[in-house]
């Protein structure tokens, strides 16, 4: 397939254009060009700014185009509405934040989604992400009919996540010792590695799919616990899972997103949003790559990179936070 890629450099997109040009397909990357200049030599490049820049692709047709940094619906608009003759299919990748209520476990693709106050904000954030995404996928719905695939990734995760929102445990479980966890072990939790989620993508433009899918694993009722023990086994440690109240934390001045990233306290009534039935995606051929292997390579590759996590505790405030709360207790 001639597939163009919107985006592609940096994470998701760069597993993206990995698969697609080991498959074998015919990859054109759009982008503006400031990152990840020197990849993918094989591949087409355009440079260009989806933000009425989109003339830069001139007239070439391709069969899909894979939309990985759309989160306004004025730029999807933009790129369906130009693209709607030139291109086959248009997958567009959204989020499971599209959900509307995640204190219902097992939710689907036919959940309800959640809305914005003003559907003419443009301002990204944590209250904006989901509506806005949804609206996104409106204008691919609205353009392209049942050439349109809105896919729908959990926490996406492995080598080239920049954010560390799972590599931030990856790596304290490998280190052992006692630990702030927000995440009890038996408490459920649920990610795509960045590999297994391009992988999907692909299948789903070969066998020709259209609608909506989560994208989030593994197929098993993966736990906090089996993320913590197969880091240990890695890191050749052994752990202890300290887990304060969410109020005693806040107390102590803790910011809990930062600090405890990925984690969603069970006070928060959020427990759907690591309990999302993917059975959908798994009828259609989503697959997973072992645990162990996404662990392994995703700390290796963040052993490669100087720069140090952007989320988590410093060793020596969680070790101030754990004795403190210990004396706490008594």
Not at 58 to 71: L, Q, R
Request: hydrophobic share 40%; proline share 4%.
């Amino acid at each position: 397939m001639k597939v163009l890629v919107i985006g592609g450099t940096e994470f998701v997109g760069r597993h993206l254009v990995e698969r697609g040009l080991r498959l074998g397909h015919e990859i054109t990357l759009f982008h503006r060009g400031q990152h990840g200049t020197e990849l993918f030599p094989e591949a087409k490049r355009v440079f260009g700014d989806r933000d009425g820049g989109l003339s830069a692709l001139g007239d070439e047709t391709w069969d899909a185009v894979i939309d990985t940094c759309g989160y306004v619906p004025r730029l999807v608009r933009q790129s369906c509405e130009f693209l709607k003759d030139k291109v086959g299919r248009y997958l567009f990748i959204s989020t499971i934040s599209v959900l509307g209520d995640f204190s219902q476990v097992g939710l689907t693709e036919d959940s309800e989604l959640a809305t914005l106050k003003d559907p003419n904000v443009e301002v990204v954030n944590n209250e904006t992400y989901g509506g806005l995404k949804v609206l996104c996928e409106e204008e691919v719905n609205r353009v392209f009919g049942e050439r349109a695939l809105n896919v729908r990734p959990g926490m996406i995760v492995g080598p080239y996540d920049k954010t560390d929102r799972f590599t931030y445990w990856f790596r304290r479980a490998a280190k052992g010792g006692a630990m702030l966890s927000m995440a009890e072990r038996d408490e459920p939790a649920q990610f795509i590695d960045g590999r297994d989620l391009a992988s999907f993508c692909f299948h789903l433009l070969e066998i020709q799919a259209s609608g909506a899918y989560f994208a989030t694993g593994p197929q098993f009722a993966m736990t906090w616990g089996d993320i913590f023990d197969e880091a240990a086994i890695q890191g050749g440690s052994e752990y202890e899972i300290i887990r304060p109240p969410l109020d005693w934390m806040k107390e102590q001045g803790v910011e809990i997103g930062p600090s405890f990233p990925s984690q969603f306290p069970s006070e928060l009534n959020r427990q759907g949003i690591y309990q999302i039935d993917v059975q959908k995606g798994l009828d259609e051929g989503l697959r997973f790559l072992p645990l162990a292997e996404t662990i392994k390579d995703t700390l290796e590759w963040r052993d490669s990179v100087a720069d140090p996590l952007k989320v988590g505790f410093e060793a020596e405030r969680e070790q101030e936070l754990i004795e403190l709360y210990r004396r706490s207790e008594f």
